[in-house]
């Protein structure tokens, strides 16, 4: 397991490389710069060549990358073009905290809410629940998440005056736990509905599978009750699979929330990843790529590790 | 338990996507319920008669939220390019001259303005005992030391250009600046009026570095202003509190709280929660805000804004070589049509480069009005002809041109339509193409060009000088992307940019617009108006085209006022 672990690790390394020149490459390729935002018939276009020359966007692009991944190889992820001599970790540090705290919490609610209805679901097989269940999920699925927030704010924030239209806690307030999680409410249940619907269609069908297995029918005939089978020998294989999908959700932390985060006003990654793309900050661009890219390979690995733990069928 | 409650999530979204579809464009939710839990400084109820006794003295205290959907970058007026910066700043900073709503100068910190004969060496009088953030005061080597940075060499920040005229600028005693030109400059009153910055923090820092300075830039800029900065939550908000030692006194309100809303349909929620109160609405937006105001939720100053919108030809491709066909497509286009539908009557059709505003603007222009025949008419005499498809050729030419605009800007997507189905009424075939804004500049910037035509906006200075987007120095690096060049208009810029007359500039600058609306390289299409939501109860504010926080050391709340 040891060995095969620092294998898939070692693996990862020309991986996490070509992922950066390939990144580099793409973002290098599309068009327009940090200056090309500059457009001003007040700026002329000998600042915007000193401003150039002096971050060395006019060098080749093979020097400007080896300049990059030599920095990065050292820790430094370098500073912002737009942002001026901002680290951009520094930025990034800034907003991570709120996009773990939208994540985790999202991600909570939709397994507490998708396991239970998914295994239900199964369990009832074509009843009015199950039914009910599926046309949740695909309408949970099929609606956009911008709309859901808009509407979920017109309601909630704006009509009932319950909760906050956005934002990650009240203007000119003390902190507060409970004013936080009043700001969480909101976000926190959109990005949750698109995870919701997929786990429990993923848990159901995975669910339906096991339970037709010769084993249950054994658990069955040992006198065992119903539920005691369902999620004793049952729940237990049928999530193997999920758990995949938890590895796979990962990455997602970074470019998965954005817009949610446009809409609730909720600085995190994803904003920022969005943010510095529009206005070609290199660096900053960069910087997320590798992160992610390094998550997708973690997520991965933890996936498969977590998959032998579950089953102990699988060997490494 | 649980089967229930998964029930009232259905039945929630379903009726919701009922609700949505039924509402149309009201499902921007109208204020009607009076709740007594708004958030603080705000409460939605119905509006009370108005009170006779009402306060017309303003009082001090309250803390106004504006919103707005881009994020700052840094608060150092000389290296910052964002609209979100530049407001800031103008809460932090301040400087010698000012504009007032009619774009003329006038007097701000400085006590006077003396220009020589020649005009070449103006003396500025600096008032006694201002005061920067930090108590200490601020004097001619402040001035000096500001205005001296863009002359550096080392200067890399994107303003040099309004003070390239500078030759040197000289502390003649504590209060007293005198900065001679190397030409004369209609337009110094910028590079003068600029936002004075504190030698006593930044003069050991090398320039070459003061554009990454954080410890000034990010953490805590120190200027004259009506505000102090407070703090800065990236992405969430920017605080200015109130300077008790304000020169002109202090400001009214106690606070400024900038809050950031990248979303624009998020931004008109929280607009109608009263989590926001003060924000300029985009044009699209406006017909909601209208309705919200007739409700009395908030009050909406708007006017003229100080740019106009444009439809650009690349005049490097021959199908827009001839004057009289660029003539003819102005004919061809409704351009009324497109300010009452497309804009709902927001804006004004408009002819030439300057905006009615302006002291040199002049409407005495070569117009083209809509009329299709005569557009049929005129290109006919320049060689277009009808093919066997209907399309226009000439040569063997057709008439087709693929024109180019920024997606997210309804407008100009709406606009682009318009421009498409009018042109094919004469046998043009036009085709749409909408653009990532990056992408679409990199297109259209130089070297490149790559475009036929392009649906623009040009946001106008206070000053009408036209020549960083008409002059032919302009085409190979500059803004004059389609490539217009005329030498009478050329030589009216230069001449127009060397004299300090304001009748004989006026003059000039009236006869170069003639020149662009006779030559057309591009159509011109409307002036729109800016539009301020703000607070019922909010006074003292004073409409100007180009500052949205106009004087707003004198903006205050009426507390009388119910809101």
Known sequence: ?316 | MKQKSLLLIVLTLVLSLFLAACSGSNNAGTNTNNTNNAPAGENNEEPAEEDEEATTEPVQGGDLVIGSTGSPTMFNPLYSADTASSAIEGFIFDGLLTSDTAFETQLNMAESWDISEDDLVHTLKIKDGIKFHDGETLNADDVVFTLSIPLSEDYDGPRAGYFEKIESVEKVDDLTVKVTLNAVDPTIHIALGYPILPEHVLGEVPVAELGEYTEFNTKNPIGAGPFKFESWEDGQFVKVVANDDYWNGRPYLDSLTYRIIPDADALMTALAAGDIHYYTVPATDIATVKEWEANGQLKVESGLALSYTYLGYNLRNPLFEDKKVRQALTHALDRELIVESVMNGDGEVADVPESPLSWAYDEDVPRFEYDVEKAKAMLEEAGWTPGADGTLEKDGQKFEFTLKTNQGNKVREDIAVVVQEQFAELGIKVTPDIMEWSAFLADIDPPKWNFDAIILGWALSTDPDPSGIFHSKEIEEGLNFVGWSNPDADKLMDEANLTMDRDERAAKIQEINRIIAEEQPYTFLYYPNAHHAMPTNLEGTEFHARDEFYKINEWWLNPNTEN
Do not use: C
């Open chain 1, 1 to 316: 397991m040891i060995s095969y672990i620092i294998r898939r690790s070692l693996m990862a390394i020309p991986l996490l490389f070509g992922i950066t020149v390939l990144s580099f490459a793409i973002i290098q390729m599309a068009p327009g710069g940090p200056t090309s935002l500059m457009m001003d018939p007040n700026i002329s276009s000998e600042d915007m060549k000193k401003y150039e020359e002096r971050y060395g966007l006019n060098d080749p692009i093979h020097e400007q990358y080896f300049t990059w991944v030599s920095n990065m190889a050292t820790g430094d992820f370098g500073e912002s073009l737009i942002r001026r001599g901002v680290p951009v970790s520094e930025m990034i540090m800034n907003r991570l905290p709120n996009t773990l705290l939208l994540m985790i919490v999202s991600t909570v609610l939709a397994v507490i809410v998708a396991i239970p209805f998914g295994v239900i679901s199964a369990r009832k097989q074509y009843s009015l629940t199950d039914y009910t269940v599926t046309v949740t999920s695909f309408l949970g699925l099929a609606t956009p998440n911008f709309w859901i927030g808009l509407v979920l704010i017109m309601v909630f924030a704006v009509q009932l005056q319950w909760l906050p239209t956005g934002g990650v806690a009240t203007l000119n307030a003390e902190f507060s736990i409970l004013d936080r999680i009043h700001h969480l409410i909101l976000p926190a249940f959109v990005l949750a509905t698109a995870d919701m619907a997929g786990l429990t269609r993923y848990t159901r069908s995975s669910m339906l599978e096991v339970l037709k297995q010769d084993y249950m029918r054994t658990a069955r005939a040992k006198g065992l009750k119903e539920n005691k089978v369902t999620y004793k020998h049952g729940l237990r294989n049928g999530l193997i699979p999920v758990i995949t999908i938890f590895g796979l959700m990962l990455p997602g932390f970074i470019g998965g929330s954005v817009i949610v985060e446009k809409i609730f006003a909720w600085p995190g990654i994803g904003l920022l990843f969005f943010d510095s793309a529009f206005q070609r900050d290199y660096p900053v661009i960069m910087a997320l790529t590798v992160i992610s890219a390094v998550f997708v390979v973690i997520g991965n690995l933890v996936a498969d590790i977590l998959y032998a733990i579950f089953d102990p069928r699988i060997e490494y």
